[in-house]
């Protein structure tokens, strides 16, 4: 690994993403961190995953700085998370027949987006889809399984990632 290592931990009942001294509050999965992620159990995976590329709302802010590549998504942009289907935790085009989230969102989280590189080399059937690094929900409300900060945080961490990157999901310590 070349790149830097942003951890993912906890720190009593909040969630925090750290680089070096610093720190960001973040916000996890509703279904807690697991070793053995499964779609829809609403958890964050534990374990080291690529940054692999931003998406973001041109509509909504101009492109960010960051050493990702990146690419302004659009109003058809979604991502399947149907285990029966070929794309797989894959980018598609809307509408698609099989289950998908839409990525073009009224709620603003998906303003940002980060895909992290688990269960993508290849996509296991049912192991868990569309787990991304993405602005949180007022109070930091629990995702589906994604890493998210406030947009504020989001976009001046933005800088600091690049190409080789990599999020670290720690497992609760015994204090946690």
């Known amino acids: 690994m070349t790149g830097?290592?942003?951890?993912?931990?906890?720190?009593?009942?909040?969630?925090?993403?750290?680089?070096?001294?610093?720190?960001?509050?973040?916000?996890?999965?509703?279904?807690?961190?697991?070793?053995?992620?499964?779609?829809?159990?609403?958890?964050?995976?534990?374990?080291?995953?690529?940054?692999?590329?931003?998406?973001?709302?041109?509509?909504?802010?101009?492109?960010?700085?960051?050493?990702?590549?990146?690419?302004?998504?659009?109003?058809?942009?979604?991502?399947?998370?149907?285990?029966?289907?070929?794309?797989?935790n894959k980018p598609v085009l809307l509408p698609y027949a099989a289950g998908h989230e839409t990525l073009w969102r009224d709620d603003g989280v998906y303003d940002l987006i980060i895909p992290m590189g688990y269960n993508d080399a290849p996509p296991v059937a049912g192991k868990g889809s569309a787990i991304f690094f993405h602005v949180a929900r007022e109070n930091y409300a629990p995702t589906e399984g994604c890493v998210a900060l406030s947009k504020t945080d989001l976009l001046a961490l933005l800088p600091l990632i690049g190409q080789g990157d990599v999020i670290e999901v720690l497992a609760p310590g015994p204090a946690a």
Not at 15 to 37: I, Q
């Open 4 to 88: 830097k290592r942003f951890l993912v931990e906890q720190d009593g009942p909040q969630f925090w993403l750290r680089l070096g001294g610093r720190r960001w509050r973040c916000a996890v999965g509703r279904g807690g961190l697991k070793h053995d992620k499964l779609e829809g159990d609403g958890a964050t995976p534990i374990g080291l995953w690529p940054l692999r590329e931003l998406l973001y709302r041109p509509d909504r802010l101009n492109l960010p700085a960051c050493g990702l590549p990146a690419r302004a998504l659009r109003p058809n942009d979604g991502w399947c998370d149907d285990p029966t289907d070929s794309a797989y």
